[in-house]
């Protein structure tokens, strides 16, 4: 087969017009230049703003695939709920230098804690994917999942104070629903119990109440799973059903000893 063949087998197959891995990359300028505006006390906001814009207009021609460019709109409304989201991310930093001893300082949270990094972008990212621009959003939690190991669906909703300690390996699928004040630890999934495609319109994941902790390693499915609040739910634990408000759950290892035969 000769090279300019090749070449023509290669564009034939290329099927799909909307692809431009680029978009990706400027998503992720876009992630790091929003993070560093909102807390570096270098960077100044009021450039940083109209740099944002600029890059958000550029991210707006490569996702949004509508001739009329409706994803235009979008960010005067986003940048009006910025200060909203920083007053809730630095909640979650104060819970998070309130739940871990080894924190020495909340500077140390949100320059070296994966899991505060982790709920940072999706918070940024969630209140795009509330505007209908979903694409965006899903690249960008993509982006903090790839450094942190931590995997949030931009469409979960997740409420005042959160904390994920350590962080890798925790999954949150898109429907599922965490209330305030709760605590997770590295290894915990909110996950579905079915996979059907036809399923994509339901409540696949689930809800977890106020003030709850859960434990390293964790697994907890199903959309119409509740776990109670104040409720803390012990490493290892495999749940798909609900939980009493006031619960401990916990798993037991089952220990065998190996001896000798005929001793």
């Known amino acids: 087969m000769d090279h300019q063949s090749i070449i023509q087998k290669i564009n034939a197959h290329k099927k799909q017009p909307n692809l431009r891995f680029r978009l990706k990359k400027n998503v ?8 560093y505006t909102l807390f570096d006390i270098e960077t100044p906001v009021a450039d940083n703003l109209g740099k944002l814009q600029s890059q958000f207009d550029e991210l707006v021609e490569l996702a949004c695939w509508e001739s009329d460019k409706p994803c235009k709109k979008i960010w005067e409304n986003y940048v009006a709920r910025l200060p909203h989201i920083l007053e809730s991310l630095n909640l ?20 070296a804690y994966p899991g505060f990094y982790a709920i940072s972008v999706y918070r940024l990212a ?22 942190t190991g931590v ?9 005042k104070s959160f ?43 689930p809800t977890i109440e106020n003030n709850v902790t859960i434990y ?16 803390v739910i012990g490493g290892n634990a495999w749940i798909t059903a609900s939980v009493p408000p006031h619960s401990t759950v916990f798993h037991t290892p089952e220990i065998k000893i190996k001896t000798l035969p005929n001793v």
């Open 92 to 111: 979650d930093a104060e819970a998070t230098v309130n739940c871990d001893p080894a924190s020495l300082s909340i500077e140390e949270v949100y320059m």
């Open 216 to 231: 390293a390693n964790a697994t907890i499915l199903g959309g119409d799973t509740i776990i109670g609040a104040n409720s």
């Open 126 to 147: 969630h209140e795009l994917y509330k505007f209908g621009f979903p694409l965006v959003p899903r690249l960008m939690t993509e982006y903090a999942h790839r450094q």
């Open 151 to 159: 995997d949030i669906n931009p469409g979960a909703q997740i409420g």
């Open 163 to 205: 904390h994920i300690d350590h962080g890798t390996g925790v999954v949150i699928g898109e429907t599922a629903i965490i209330k305030d004040d709760v605590k997770i630890y590295q290894g915990v999934t909110l996950g579905g119990l079915f996979v059907a495609k036809n399923l994509q319109k339901t409540k696949r994941h």
């Open 28 to 35: 992720e300028k876009f992630t790091d230049l929003l993070f």
